[in-house]
C-alpha cells in the first residue's frame, strides 16, 4: 500500500471517529440540558422554592399557554411572551417528565380560542382595539387554575404566580383561614347603630372567600381548630391571656400567623359608634411579641415627613403615603404594590429571640418619629412644629421566621381574675400536650397597622345599578392578600423570590438625558425671566410717557424690545445644542454598545482563531 492510499485511509478513519465522537457527545450533553445562568438578576434561574414545589408532584401537571403569534401583538409583549416560553422552558426541565407544557396560537374562530374560553383565559386589548391571548391554564388530575392574563407589569412576579397556581391545583380542598378581630369585620345586622341598615362584609374578607374556606374565630378562644392553616388577627383589642396562649400554641404546632396590630384604630367603631372612624384604640399582643424578642408600643404613632398626606394646613404626617422606597425589594408580598396608605401606625422595635430572623417588608424613612397616640390626628403646623427626625428607618412590618418558643412556658395561664394555686396546677396537667417549642421551621407576619384593610382606607364602593362595584384606592388589599397566599398555599412559597426584570435599562443614557434635561430647565427659566423683566420695564416706561403715549413704542422701549428678540433667539440657539448633543451623545453610546455586544466576540474568536493558526505554522516542521 502507498503512502497516498494510507493517508486518505488513516484521514477517513478518523473523519467516521470524529462524527462518531461528536454524536455519542451531543447524545450525552444533550440529555441533561443544563444551562449557565450569567444575568445580574439570576432571570433563568428557578427559585429553591419553585423547586421544591415541583420535586413534590405525584402526577404530571400540564401547563397550556396561549400565546397570539399574529402581527398585532406589539412587540413588547412579543418579546415578553418568549421569556414567558423560557420560563416554562426552566418548569418542565425541573419538573423532570412531572411538567407537561403545551403551546396554542388562538387565532380568531379557532379551536384555540374557544379553549381558552373554555379555561379561563382572556383575551387583552391593545390601543388598536385588537385583540391577543397570553394566559395560561395549569391542570392537575381533576383540578385546574387559570392565569388569565400573563401582564407585562407583573413579569418579576411570573415565577410566583406560576408556582402558585401549580400549588392551588394539587390541593384537593381550600384552605381554610381563621379570622380573629376585635372589629365587625365580618359585617353587622340592622340596628340602631347602623341606621337600621345591615353592613356589609368588608371587601377583604370577601376576597379571602373567594379562594378560602373562612372561619371566625372568637377572639377569647381557648384553642385554635387543628383544620385552620393560617390565623389572621385584626386589632385584637382587650385580648386575653388565653386567647394568646391558643395563638402560641397554634404557631408551635405549624400554623401561620398574620397579625394586623394598631396603636390607634381610627376605625374602630367602640370609640364612635356608626363606622365613621374616630375611635382610636389600641391593641398588641405583648406576651408573644415579649418571647419574640419584639417589642410593640401601643402608645405611640409613626410621623413621617418624607411618606406624609397632603400639604399646608391640611398636613397629616402620621397618615403614611407609602411607595415602593418603603417596601422590600425582593419580597413577594410588596413587590408591584405601587402605593399604600397606612394611618395612624405603629413600629417595631427589638431584636428577634434566638433562633428566629426578621425581614423587614415595610419600613418608614429616617425622617420620622415617634409621638403620642392622642396627638395622632393633629394636622398642618400643630403636627410638625415639634419634629425631630429620629435618623431611624422603622419597620413597620415584619416576617419572623425559625423555630418558635413558647410565651408561656409555665403552662396555661390562670384568669386574670386570680385563683387559687392548686388551680393553676390543675390547669397545668389538663393540658398535659403543651408544646414548648416547634418542631420545625415556621413564619409569623407582625403589621403596625389594622385600619389600612378597612374598606375606608383601602377601597372605593359604588353602587351602580343595584350593583356594588369595588375600586380599590391603593395596594392595602393586594398587600394583605399576597400574605396570606404565601401562608395558605404551599409552605415553600415563602422561599420564591421576586425575580429581576428582562429589561436592562440604558443608566448612564438616561442619566445623560437627566443632565441635559436639567439644563434644558434651566435655559427656559432664564427666558422667562428675561421676558418678566422687559414686560416690567415696558410697564416703567409706559408709566413714565403719561396717558397720552398711545400703543406707539419709543425708541428706548423698541430698543429693549430687541434686546429681549435677540436674546431669545441666542437662548433657543442655545436649547437646539442641547438638545443636538444629547442626541449625539446617546446615539453614540447606544452605537458602541451594540458593537461591544453584537461584534465583540465574534471579532475575538476570529483573532484568537488566527493566531493560533500561526502559531501552529510556526511550530509545524517544514518538509
Known amino acids: 500500500m502507498d503512502k497516498r492510499t494510507e493517508s486518505f485511509l488513516y484521514s477517513g ?42 420535586g413534590k408532584l405525584e402526577a404530571p401537571v400540564k401547563i397550556r399557554l396561549y400565546f397570539t403569534q399574529g402581527a398585532e401583538v406589539p412587540l413588547p409583549i412579543k418579546a415578553y411572551g418568549r421569556r414567558v416560553e423560557d420560563m416554562l422552558a426552566e418548569f418542565r426541565q425541573a419538573g423532570r417528565g412531572k411538567v407537561l407544557v ?45 392565569l388569565p392574563a400573563l401582564a407585562l407589569d407583573r413579569e418579576p412576579l411570573l415565577e410566583y404566580d406560576l408556582t402558585r397556581a401549580i400549588a392551588r391545583a394539587t390541593t384537593t380542598a381550600k384552605p381554610v383561614v381563621g379570622v380573629m378581630s376585635a372589629l365587625p369585620v365580618f359585617g353587622m345586622p340592622p340596628s340602631q347603630f347602623t341606621g337600621g341598615q345591615p353592613v356589609e362584609p368588608q371587601v377583604f374578607i370577601g376576597e379571602l372567600r373567594r379562594d378560602y374556606t373562612v372561619k371566625r374565630v372568637s377572639l ?37 400567623l398574620i397579625a394586623f396590630l394598631d396603636p390607634n384604630a381610627y376605625f374602630d367603631q367602640m370609640g364612635q359608634m356608626g363606622g365613621m372612624g374616630g375611635g382610636g384604640t389600641p391593641s398588641s ?13 401601643s402608645g405611640k404613632v409613626v410621623l413621617d415627613m418624607r411618606y406624609l398626606t397632603g400639604a399646608g394646613a391640611r398636613t397629616l404626617p402620621t397618615l403614611l403615603s407609602l411607595n415602593d422606597s418603603a417596601f422590600a425589594p425582593n419580597d413577594i408580598a410588596t413587590a408591584r404594590l405601587g402605593s399604600l396608605l397606612m394611618p395612624f401606625a405603629g413600629v417595631f422595635t427589638g431584636k428577634p429571640a434566638e433562633g428566629l430572623s426578621e425581614t423587614v417588608l415595610m419600613k418608614t424613612s429616617s425622617y420620622s418619629q415617634l409621638v403620642d397616640s392622642f396627638a395622632a390626628t393633629a394636622q398642618g403646623e400643630a403636627a410638625v412644629k415639634s419634629f425631630q427626625p429620629s435618623n431611624i428607618e422603622y419597620p413597620l412590618a415584619v416576617r419572623l421566621t425559625g423555630k418558635f418558643k413558647t410565651a408561656f412556658p409555665e403552662g396555661r395561664p390562670e384568669d386574670k381574675a386570680g385563683k387559687a394555686a392548686s388551680v393553676k396546677t390543675v390547669e397545668a396537667k389538663a393540658d398535659p400536650g403543651q408544646l414548648k417549642e416547634s418542631a420545625a421551621d415556621n413564619a409569623v407576619v407582625l403589621v403596625g397597622d389594622s385600619d389600612f384593610i378597612n374598606d375606608g382606607a383601602a377601597v372605593q364602593v359604588q353602587e351602580i345599578f343595584g350593583q356594588r362595584i369595588v375600586i380599590p384606592r391603593n395596594g392595602n388589599i393586594a398587600f394583605a392578600q399576597a400574605l396570606v397566599d404565601q401562608f395558605a398555599g404551599d409552605p415553600d412559597l415563602i422561599k420564591l423570590r421576586s425575580r429581576a426584570s428582562a429589561a436592562r435599562p440604558f443608566i448612564r443614557i438616561r442619566d445623560m438625558e437627566a443632565r441635559a434635561q436639567q439644563a434644558y430647565l434651566g435655559k427656559i427659566k432664564d427666558l422667562e425671566a428675561n421676558l418678566g423683566q422687559t ?43 442641547v438638545r443636538r448633543e444629547l442626541r449625539s451623545e446617546s446615539e453614540a453610546l447606544q ?23 500561526i502559531l501552529r505554522r510556526r511550530r509545524t516542521p517544514s518538509l
Open 102 to 146: 403545551e403551546k396554542l396560537d388562538p387565532e380568531p374562530d379557532s379551536e384555540a380560542e374557544d379553549s381558552a374560553a373554555l379555561e379561563g383565559v382572556e383575551p387583552q386589548v391593545v390601543g388598536g382595539g385588537d385583540k391577543f391571548y397570553l394566559g395560561a391554564s395549569i391542570s392537575y388530575a381533576d383540578q385546574k387554575i387559570a
Open 220 to 256: 377569647d378562644a381557648e384553642r385554635i381548630d387543628d383544620d385552620v392553616k393560617v390565623l389572621v388577627v385584626i386589632h385584637p383589642r382587650g385580648i386575653g391571656d388565653k386567647a394568646q396562649y391558643a395563638i402560641d400554641q397554634f404557631v408551635l404546632r405549624g400554623g401561620k
Open 285 to 297: 399582643l405583648d406576651k408573644l411579641l415579649k418571647a419574640w424578642g419584639l417589642a410593640f408600643d
Open 535 to 577: 414686560q416690567e420695564k415696558l410697564t416703567a416706561l409706559q408709566k413714565g410717557r403719561g396717558a397720552g403715549a398711545g400703543a406707539i413704542l419709543s425708541a428706548e422701549q423698541q430698543s429693549e424690545l430687541e434686546n429681549f428678540r435677540r436674546k431669545a433667539a441666542e437662548t433657543r440657539l442655545a436649547l437646539k445644542e
Open 13 to 54: 478513519g478518523g473523519l467516521a471517529a470524529a462524527f462518531v465522537v461528536i454524536v455519542l457527545a451531543n447524545l450525552v450533553l444533550g440529555a441533561p440540558r443544563a444551562r449557565l445562568d450569567l444575568t445580574q438578576g439570576k432571570l433563568y434561574t428557578l427559585s429553591e422554592g419553585t423547586r421544591s414545589v415541583l
Open 591 to 613: 452605537f458602541w454598545t451594540k458593537v461591544v455586544n453584537i461584534a465583540l466576540i465574534p471579532v475575538l474568536v476570529a483573532i484568537a482563531g488566527i493566531a493560533f493558526g
